[in-house]
């Protein structure tokens, strides 16, 4: 089992930043990719961003030039640094990553518990 546990979020202005953290422990042999997704009320989740093991990122058009993520392989922990926030960042963020189980032979997804980021107009 891999635990995953959040933190940084809380409420900000508009323009504002927040960076968020996410740590992995556990049983773990080996981290995949690592990601950050949110809900906002009455949405479905959506991808965030994403880092793979290498590095790679992806991220959602609409925070694109604003947010950051970044990824401390030692510590097993992935990081996203949101800058000029906007109300319409208000969401629960939810951390995701792919750990290998050896029990499953394969990569398994963990979630963390959610941590809410309210941005204020």
């Known amino acids: 089992q891999v635990q995953l546990v959040e933190s940084g979020g809380g409420l900000v202005q508009a323009g504002g930043s927040l960076r968020l953290s996410c740590a992995a422990s556990g049983s773990i042999v080996s981290l995949n990719d690592m990601g950050w997704y949110r809900q906002a009320p009455g949405k479905q989740r959506e991808l965030v961003a994403k880092?793979?093991?290498?590095?790679?990122?992806n991220y959602v058009d609409s925070v694109k030039g604003r947010f950051t993520i970044s990824r401390d392989n030692a510590k097993n922990t992935v990081y996203l640094q949101m800058n000029s926030l906007k109300p319409e960042d208000t969401a629960v963020y939810y951390c995701?990553?792919?750990?290998?189980?050896?029990?499953?032979?394969?990569?398994?997804?963990?979630w963390g518990q959610g941590t809410q980021v309210t941005v204020s107009s």
């Open positions: 995701n990553v792919e750990s290998y189980s050896l029990f499953m032979r394969g990569w398994y997804p963990y």
């Open positions: 880092i793979t093991s290498g590095g790679n990122t």
